[in-house]
């Protein structure tokens, strides 16, 4: 996403420069391992959530958090809502009112929720992480084939130069790469997987998943 640097808690979860976008989505992918809630399809789309999006964004906030969600504080920065903005630069990027009022109002987190992912799908895109849709990916005994919505669940770590899935996508899809896991430990390949096979095309304007689409054991790794 397009914003101004900020302070955050990216020098300590990993050093060095980063693409500001990168920085973004990597804060939301691991604060997401600090805060397991979720909304239902049902809420979000009372929300304003477009249906044929509502399951896979339901699965994302099984891994975020719930409406009401504040999450702790680390190096000073805190996280909002069922998608987990965070004060670090993302929630005023998408949001120009206050935490409480956005805590309050869901439709405002649906909305930018959506606006983030369209903005995230335009960069996977140019930057040529979408050429891993299609391809199998295994990780901790699980494998499932990447599909538009895995990329998008990926880009909770931020779809930049730089990020989590960049780093994935160059190393040739090696889960066990340099660059590839948050500060708390997370692996991209898990959200890859995870959110494999839902129907996003209220955001690629396509649908190559079919929702919740099972995924396969596979060979268990470290």
Request: proline letters at 4%; hydrophobic letters at 35%.
């Amino acid at each position: 996403m397009n914003m101004s640097p900020s302070p955050s808690i990216l020098g300590w979860l990993r050093p060095g420069r980063r693409d500001v976008s990168a920085n973004a989505g990597l804060i939301l992918g691991f604060i997401a391992s600090l805060a397991f809630a979720g909304e239902s399809a049902v809420s979000l789309m009372a929300a304003g959530m477009p249906a044929d999006c509502a399951e896979y964004a339901a699965n994302v906030t099984q891994s975020e958090g719930s409406f009401t969600s504040t999450s702790p504080a680390v190096n000073g920065t805190r996280c909002y809502g069922a998608f987990q903005f965070c004060d670090s630069g993302t929630l005023q990027s998408y949001w120009s009112g206050s935490t409480a009022d956005f805590l309050a109002s869901p439709s405002a987190q649906v909305a930018a929720w959506d606006k983030y992912e369209n903005n995230e799908w335009v960069q996977a895109n140019r930057l040529g992480l979408t050429s891993a849709v299609g391809q199998q990916i295994c990780y901790n005994g699980t494998c499932a084939v990447i599909s538009q919505s895995s990329i998008l669940k990926a880009c909770q770590f931020g779809c930049g130069k730089g990020g989590k899935l960049y780093d994935l996508v160059q190393s040739g899809l090696d889960c066990s790469a340099p660059g590839t896991r948050d500060g708390a430990g997370t692996s991209v390949c898990s959200y890859l997987i995870s959110g494999a096979g839902y129907n996003v095309s209220c955001i690629t304007n396509a649908n190559d998943g079919v929702d919740c689409l099972p995924v396969e054991a596979g060979p268990k790794s470290e």
